[in-house]
């Protein structure tokens, strides 16, 4: 059998929703379990709610503003989050589906036991992220900070981050296939284990050889 040779690129697709309906939600306008179509929406506010199994879907939200509410099961598809401003964002065993964040902030972004597909994250500011048991398909990190990605236990399929600093990928059992690191700035790259399998560059390498020597327990003298 031959040998599979290059790295396949994330398949995005979004197409951007169209002819949406203008809606300012107000205090209480969001409950548990609703679902939200095919608005433009100038400010979300769900900071400190508790709305589990909310759905978004054909949307653009210029701003989201998620910090300490308490999402899990979110659903989001076909969609555009143009700002994430989250310091805590909780929202584990979600769905996100063609979607794209395209800038802000998030501290901690609790998305374990999640699965995403088709979602780009661009320009974002990201603490720590939490994506331990979560299923990954053609995502893309592009030009974003990040402190540490938790992927223990996750599955990862066409996951590129091109233009991103990545200080830690931490975690154990995880399942790589086409993850793709060339682009990434590895120079404050403190944690590794968490991606063997993933392609890096020649180039690379020599940044790495400490890491990956003290990793595997030798001594460079």
Not at 75 to 86: K, M, Q, T, W
Request: charged share 30%; glycine share 10%; proline share 4%.
């Amino acid at each position: 059998m031959a040998r599979k040779t290059g790295v396949t690129a994330p398949r995005i697709t979004l197409t951007e929703p169209t002819d949406l309906e203008d809606w300012t939600p107000g205090p209480g306008d969001v409950l548990t379990g609703d679902r939200i179509e095919g608005k433009r929406i100038g400010v979300l506010d769900l900071s400190g709610e508790r709305l589990p199994d909310l759905e978004v879907e054909e949307c653009i939200i210029e701003t989201l503003r998620a910090g300490d509410a308490e999402l899990r099961g979110f659903r989001i598809r076909d969609s555009v989050v143009e700002v994430l401003d989250a310091p805590v964002l909780r929202a584990v065993s979600g769905a996100w589906r063609e979607v794209r964040i395209a800038g802000g902030r998030v501290g901690s972004a609790e998305l374990h036991d999640s699965s995403l597909a088709s979602v780009e994250f661009v320009g974002l500011k990201l603490g720590f992220v939490n994506l331990r048991a979560s299923t990954l398909t053609d995502v893309v990190f592009r030009d974003c900070v990040i402190d540490e990605i938790d992927i223990a236990d996750a599955r990862l399929l066409r996951v590129s981050f091109p233009g991103s600093t990545v200080r830690e990928f931490a975690g154990t059992n995880t399942r790589i296939e086409d993850v793709d690191l060339r682009d990434v700035d590895l120079d404050r790259l403190e944690r590794l284990d968490g991606l063997r399998g993933a392609t890096i560059g020649g180039e690379q390498l020599f940044t790495l050889a400490p890491l990956l020597a003290a990793q595997a327990g030798y001594r460079v003298e």
